[in-house]
């Protein structure tokens, strides 16, 4: 099983080379770290914490937005692709299972994906710490947005899979994809945010929101690396929903979503026909 898994992991890795797809998500990831990071160092001196703190906070909320992007973007196309593309017959004629292409196909997808929030969130947190300082707090609160924000970005690149599976052409998974992220990333905080308003301090607001908001895997994420660095709170100005949950609740949500995105990918994909 693990020489055709790695087989396949090797063959998308030369594919994702070959489009130049780790070299643009990781520019992009740079690029926008980078920003954020010196256009929201202003609050440093304010909120009394080092600039490396204000950083990983920024970048907190860019992690939210772009690892689910970037994800989707490198997994839509991976089943209704190949199937457009007539090479799906080919692959599955291989002597390997469905689950050993899904695996094989997620290792690669995940490690180009990995590089590229290393190199982008690393650099813009080096950057921040040579130019405002670092404390031992900071630099841990950094190494957690990189793995988190990985994990994060793993989620979504199973939960992009069951939708090119379902998908009937690449054109109808990635407008599966622009929705799926539309849902978890900007109109699911909007719907919490409208009950919350319409509650006004009410049971769901006091008991429910919490547990609701962190059943979103991307909320789940903001919530870990808010509760873990009191820094980090400070300078989101999270502090109060993150103290509402116990610590391990955003850890079992985030941890357990890619265990539902392979079992989700695993049965669409069981149903696809070359």
């Not at 396949?8 to 990831?29: D, G, H, K, P």
């Not at 304010?46 to 490396?52: C, I, K, Q």
């Not at 929030?117 to 957690?144: D, H, K, M, W, Y």
């Not at 947005?145 to 992009?160: D, E, H, Q, S």
Request: with cysteine; proline share 4%; charged share 10%.
């Amino acid at each position: 099983m693990i020489p055709r898994v790695f087989a396949i992991a090797s063959a998308e890795m030369l594919i994702l080379r070959r489009n130049w797809w780790l070299v643009l998500a990781t520019a992009i990831m740079v690029l926008f770290a980078l920003a954020l990071t010196f256009a929201g160092s202003a609050p440093t001196g304010t909120l009394g914490v080092d600039m490396l703190t204000v950083s990983v906070s920024s970048m907190t909320t860019l992690a939210v937005y772009l690892a689910p992007l970037l994800a989707l973007m490198i997994a839509f196309d991976t089943i209704a692709g190949e199937r457009d593309r007539g090479t799906l017959g080919l692959l599955l004629a291989y002597p390997a299972g469905r689950r050993e292409i899904l695996i094989g196909k997620f290792l690669a997808h995940l490690a180009a994906l990995g590089i590229a929030t290393c190199i982008g969130l690393g650099s813009a947190g080096v950057v921040a710490a040579l130019a405002g300082g670092a404390g031992s707090e900071s630099v841990l609160a950094l190494f957690r947005l990189v793995v988190t924000a990985t994990l994060l970005g793993a989620v979504f690149v199973l939960l992009g899979y069951a939708l090119s599976s379902l998908a009937k052409s690449p054109a109808a998974a990635a407008g599966l994809a622009a929705g799926l992220w539309l849902v978890f990333v900007v109109l699911f905080d909007l719907g919490l945010l409208g009950a919350v308003v319409l509650d006004d301090g009410g049971v769901f607001t006091q008991k429910i929101f919490p547990w609701v908001m962190v059943a979103n895997p991307a909320d789940a994420f903001r919530v870990w690396n808010v509760a873990a660095s009191d820094g980090v709170a400070l300078a989101s100005g999270m502090a109060g929903a993150a103290q509402m949950l116990p610590v391990w609740a955003a850890p079992l949500s985030l941890l357990s979503w890619p265990l539902l995105g392979f079992g989700l990918a695993c049965a669409a994909f069981r149903r696809v026909e070359p």
